[in-house]
């Protein structure tokens, strides 16, 4: 058990529709990550989030968007989803915004999107 | 932007014999990391490599990262079924982003 709690674990929803995904990171750790996994682009980094303020972004489409509140925990919100949305999320999170900290993931959330 | 080439994307062994996976970066890195991935789960970490040359150890696992810091190696001796995964590098870029490249990791299939 990383200490990454994810949730839902699954999400089936149609195109067009909006989905949030959530994220509670590990007692302590102030940083949160999202990352987005297929079979065809394997891990790609999407945002960070440190102590609830954006730190960094990668790949992230303009459709989604992310927060992290006061309490820590970060929400993953996805709009206008297509079929290529589909995919399995990650959220991880380490103990400071320093480069090179090691990342625990959570279970993630597998999107199907129909 | 940044990329992170691993090889090979698959590799089947017969339990017991060696296994290496490579990393290739297009640029310099800070660090680098490895991670596992069992199937049906998350990735798990494993290790970071920070300095120029390094070699780190675990029972048998062995990493090394080049000399130019551009690329890794992880070799595993005498696989176990246990081994079974993919493992992925990932590396961290200059500037002030913490977030990951990965490599599209190499999946370990070993045959009893």
């Known amino acids: 058990d990383s200490g990454v709690t994810q949730t839902p674990k699954h999400l089936i929803t149609a195109t067009g529709q909006r989905v949030t995904l959530r994220c509670s990171p590990r007692s302590g750790d102030l940083s949160v990550y999202w990352y987005q996994q297929s079979l065809d682009q394997g891990l790609q980094f999407l945002i960070q989030?440190?102590?609830?303020?954006?730190?960094a972004k990668g790949n992230i489409l303009e459709r989604f968007s992310a927060q992290q509140f006061p309490d820590l925990h970060s929400e993953l919100n996805l709009s206008s989803l297509e079929l290529g949305d589909s995919a399995l999320y990650f959220c991880?999170?380490?103990?400071?915004?320093?480069?090179?900290?090691?990342?625990?993931f959570g279970d993630g959330t597998r999107l199907s999107i129909l | 932007g940044q990329q992170v080439m691993q090889i090979p994307q698959y590799q089947h062994v017969q339990e017991g014999e060696d296994f290496t996976t490579y990393c290739n970066s297009s640029?310099?890195?800070?660090?680098i990391q490895w991670y596992k991935q069992r199937p049906g789960g998350h990735p798990v970490f494993l290790i970071q490599l920070v300095k120029s040359g390094e070699v780190k150890k675990q029972k048998r696992l062995t990493f090394q990262f080049g000399e130019a810091k551009k690329n890794s190696s992880l070799h595993i001796t005498a696989t176990q079924t246990t081994d079974v995964g993919t493992y992925f590098c990932?590396?961290?870029?200059?500037?002030?982003?913490?977030?990951?490249?990965f490599g599209k990791g190499t999946h370990l299939i070993i045959q009893p």
């Open positions: 989030y440190y102590n609830g303020e954006e730190r």
């Open positions: 640029t310099t890195l800070s660090n």
């Open positions: 990932a590396g961290s870029p200059g500037g002030g982003a913490d977030g990951l490249t």
């Open positions: 991880a999170s380490s103990a400071e915004g320093v480069r090179g900290q090691p990342q625990h």
